[in-house]
């Protein structure tokens, strides 16, 4: 599986900031996810992040809000944009499916708005 | 759309003990994988156990077991011996083949007591 770090691990973050997220792993992968999982709650897909081309966001998710880049195979960043204390959650990147049709999860960063 | 549902929210077990956790699924397809994943107060998403729905055979991992029932849509986790370490969130997971989503349960938080 892959080794998948998160920067930062943790922030907080007063209201109308922006924070980006960074999210590298250890191989070259095709596919990034960014989820955001709020207090309690299971895990939502922001967006999808291929290489060379724009991310796909899900419903409810806006690219204004949630800029994401992808420049390589093995980086991508999340932005979360005029944050309000709504935004605070853990933000998570996972890698996959590539062959093995499973997706592995970086740390997580824990994000606290004010 | 597929859903997922894990109806037990909280679960508490002894050390040493056996505990089985309830998913169950709702799919047209044929070709599809589910997955449990186990998340500990550090947040990580840590993958547990997979299982191809082509294969028959129940997959295990150490002390991890799953009851893959195909038919009636259900996907259970056995932990043997459960271990102070077993306590987390756990959260069933379903990905069909080619369309690149996992859609997760609402997840169970199951306690380990010594």
């Known amino acids: 599986s892959a080794v998948i770090s998160q920067k930062p691990s943790r922030d907080i973050c007063q209201r109308g900031t922006s924070l980006t997220i960074q999210c590298q792993v250890d191989?070259?992968?095709?596919?990034m996810f960014w989820y955001r999982q709020q207090p309690g709650q299971s895990l939502t897909l922001i967006a999808t992040a291929n290489q060379g081309s724009e991310a796909t966001y899900e419903s409810g998710f806006v690219i204004d809000k949630f800029p994401i880049s992808r420049p390589n195979l093995t980086f991508s960043t999340l932005t979360v944009s005029n944050m309000s204390p709504e935004d605070s959650s853990i933000y998570l990147c996972?890698?996959?499916?590539?062959?093995?049709?499973?997706?592995?999860f970086g740390p997580g960063t824990r994000l606290t708005v004010l | 759309a597929q859903t997922v549902t894990q109806s037990q929210p909280e679960m508490s077990v002894q050390e040493a003990e056996t505990v089985t956790l309830s998913c169950t699924y709702d799919t047209s397809e044929n070709n599809y994988y589910l997955f449990w994943y186990k998340q500990p107060p550090s947040r990580q998403m840590i993958l547990v156990i997979r299982?191809?729905?082509?294969?028959?055979q129940n997959a295990t991992e150490n002390r991890f077991s799953v009851n893959f029932q195909k038919a009636a849509k259900s996907f259970s986790l056995k932990i043997s011996d459960s271990q102070l370490g077993d306590t987390a969130m756990y959260f069933c997971a379903f990905y069909q083949g080619g369309s690149e989503k996992l859609v997760f349960g609402k997840g169970m938080k199951l306690t380990v007591n010594p």
């Open positions: 191989s070259q992968v095709t596919m």
């Open positions: 299982q191809e729905a082509y294969k028959q």
């Open positions: 996972s890698v996959g499916p590539e062959s093995t049709d499973t997706q592995y």
